[in-house]
């Protein structure tokens, strides 16, 4: 079977499957620029959901939303069934750390070994990790699902723009997140890195067993990761479908972005 029939397959079973995260309605303006204008999404259990949209369309703002680091003006956005906004700050701040977030570029710091820059997590979420196992194998595990184990010492400034992304991708993924959010994983890398990394992506998926909400331009990374996809336009969802019926679509908005 090949990856189109499968990501339908995938499509016809979804709605089966339970929400992992849901927005509805949601509203974010600056000044007078309307980013959102009453944006919806589902993301299932175990799926790979692509967001495309042209730049400044407002991806990032979503995803800022969902993490807080933006408020919504309006609309409501639940998380494994909890609504953000009626939580207190020690509940979200519990939920949060189901939830990997990999920024657009890699943001590890700078002053930090590869081992500093994946237990900093760690740290900071000390109490539901310190009777876990130890800090050392649950860095080495990480590093070792994204072929990076050797880097452990270095500094991110001897890190090619790939072994970047996957030691930030490692540092997501050391704290088991239910939820992975991509922004633009493979941007500013080179054509084969990039498969590399979206070749990850798939095997995070798997082994882990995460959902997640990515966000790209790349029309490899989409056709190749998405059990569905959605076009932001406007602020609003204009379609929704899976990467054979978007790509073969006779819309004018929507084969602008499979060319
Ligand atoms: N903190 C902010 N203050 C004011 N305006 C903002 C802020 N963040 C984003 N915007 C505006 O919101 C709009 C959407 O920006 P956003 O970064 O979400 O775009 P994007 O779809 O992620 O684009 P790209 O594909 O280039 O990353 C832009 O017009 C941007 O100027
Ligand atoms: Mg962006």
Do not use: W
């Not at 369309?57 to 408020?71: A, E, H, R, T």
């Not at 002053?111 to 876990?132: C, I, W």
């Not at 540092?171 to 084969?192: A, F, H, N, Q, V």
């Not at 998926?205 to 569905?228: F, G, N, P």
């Amino acid at each position: 079977m090949n990856t189109e029939q499968n990501n339908s397959k995938a499509i016809e079973n979804i709605e089966t499957k339970s929400v992992m995260l849901e927005i509805k309605d949601l509203r974010k303006s600056f000044g007078d620029n309307a980013v959102l204008n009453g944006f919806n999404l589902k993301l299932y259990e175990g799926e790979n959901l692509v967001i495309m949209g042209k730049s400044g369309s407002g991806k990032s703002v979503m995803i800022k939303c969902l993490v807080g680091l933006l408020q919504a003006d309006s609309g409501s956005i639940k998380i494994m069934d909890q609504e953000i906004n009626t939580l207190n700050q020690k509940d979200l701040n519990i939920l949060r750390t189901e939830i990997g977030f990999l920024f657009q570029g890699s943001a590890l710091y700078d002053s930090m070994t590869v081992r500093e820059n994946l237990e900093f997590p760690l740290r900071r979420h000390k109490s539901r990790f310190q009777n876990t196992s130890n800090m050392d194998e649950l860095v080495t595990e990480a590093l070792e699902s994204v072929g990076l184990l050797h880097a452990i010492d270095l500094m991110p400034a001897e890190l090619s723009g790939g072994m970047k992304r996957r030691i930030a991708l490692a540092r997501t993924l050391i704290l088991k997140p239910k939820i992975i959010l991509y922004d633009e994983p493979t941007s500013g890398l080179d054509p084969i890195t990039s498969k590399e990394i979206i070749a990850l992506m798939r095997s995070i998926q798997k082994q882990y067993k995460t959902s997640s909400l990515i966000i790209t331009h790349d029309v490899d990374c989409a056709r190749v990761v998405s059990e569905r996809i959605i076009l932001l336009v406007d602020g609003v969802n204009y379609v929704e479908g899976t990467y054979s019926e978007l790509s073969t679509s006779t819309d004018v908005q929507v084969k602008a972005f499979f060319k």
